[in-house]
């Protein structure tokens, strides 16, 4: 069974920063194809960062590119997004997911809140 806990987040200020992790098990993390998702207060889930399996690459909205990083450790089996120079905007619940035999899992997320 595909199992994907994040954990990492918190109450900070605009531009401090945090590091998220996905600890998975039942898939091997970076054999896969991962992303990570969050879903701000009343607005639907949206795309963050993907990681591709094996040597492919990554991608990122628009909107975080140059401050978030997706990585991955082996000895671990973890999913990492840092973030950097955070904003009222990355406000919301983080999900990781991971696609895997044809199908969408996801983890129970974890609550990110930038404030002043």
């Known amino acids: 069974q595909v199992q994907l806990k994040e954990s990492g987040g918190g109450l900070v200020q605009p531009g401090d920063s945090l590091k998220l992790s996905c600890r998975a098990s039942?898939?091997?993390?970076?054999?896969?194809?991962m992303s990570w998702f969050r879903q701000p207060p009343g607005k639907e889930r949206e795309f963050v960062a993907r990681?591709?399996?094996?040597?492919?690459?990554?991608s990122y909205v628009d909107s975080v590119k140059g401050r978030f990083t997706i990585s991955r450790s082996r000895t671990e089996n973890t999913l990492y997004l840092q973030m950097n120079n955070l904003e009222p905007e990355d406000t919301g619940t983080y999900y990781c997911?991971?696609?895997?035999?044809?199908?969408?899992?996801w983890g129970q997320g974890t609550q990110v809140t930038v404030s002043s």
């Open positions: 990681i591709g399996p094996g040597g492919s690459g990554t």
């Open positions: 997911n991971v696609f895997y035999q044809g199908n969408q899992h």
């Open positions: 039942g898939i091997t993390v970076v054999s896969s194809h």
